[in-house]
């Protein structure tokens, strides 16, 4: 058996614990694992398919712009969220630890474990691709945030509803007129 071989054949197992491990840096991680309807889970169930994505074409050998799609798919949700640069591409970077603890549980695939380091030469140009989409999508919300601070649009989208604000003006004032804070 080669190294596809032994890929392919343990494709769900892998999957499997690097999913988990990736849904397990969400706060919600129990929500993301559960719950398998694209509607109600879009974050848990594109990050699956990315993932599987990405697995699928390291584990053919694929050329690196290949790579894009899946990583896209992964990383512009992990873009917006509270990740730090590291956080955001270490799944990339799981994917070998995955590998290694699958194949090694594995007697008749452990004697293939020194046969990763294509593999892992391609895992880790997919994190750095990984790192540059990161930065790519950082800056795209930095840049779109800065326009709706030169444009004032931020008045629109970060206040609460006018309604809603003077409502809440509207409880602060006494009956007779004045502040309620006044008279406190």
């Not at 991680?29 to 509607?39: C, G, L, N, T, W």
Request: hydrophobic share 40%; proline share 4%.
């Amino acid at each position: 058996m080669n190294l596809s071989e032994a890929l392919k054949r343990n494709e769900e197992k892998i999957l499997a614990l690097w999913t988990e491990r990736t849904l397990d840096t969400y706060e919600s991680s129990s929500f993301f694992k559960k719950s398998q309807d694209r509607f109600a889970n879009p974050v848990g169930m594109n990050i699956r398919e990315g993932l599987a994505k990405l697995f699928r074409l390291l584990a053919e050998g694929a050329a690196a712009q290949a790579f894009a799609e899946p990583l896209d798919q992964i990383i512009r949700i992990r873009a917006v969220q509270q990740f730090t640069p590291s956080q955001a591409v270490a799944p990339v970077l799981d994917l070998k630890w995955a590998v290694r603890q699958i194949l090694s549980a594995d007697k008749d695939c452990r004697e293939l474990l020194p046969e990763l380091a294509p593999f892992d030469r391609d895992a880790d140009r997919a994190a750095l691709q990984a790192f540059d989409l990161y930065m790519d999508c950082r800056e795209r919300l930095h840049k779109t945030r800065i326009r709706e601070l030169k444009s004032g649009s931020y008045i629109l989208t970060d206040s609460a509803c006018a309604s809603a604000l003077i409502r809440d003006n509207l409880r602060e004032l006494s009956p007779t007129g004045g502040c309620a804070a006044d008279k406190a």
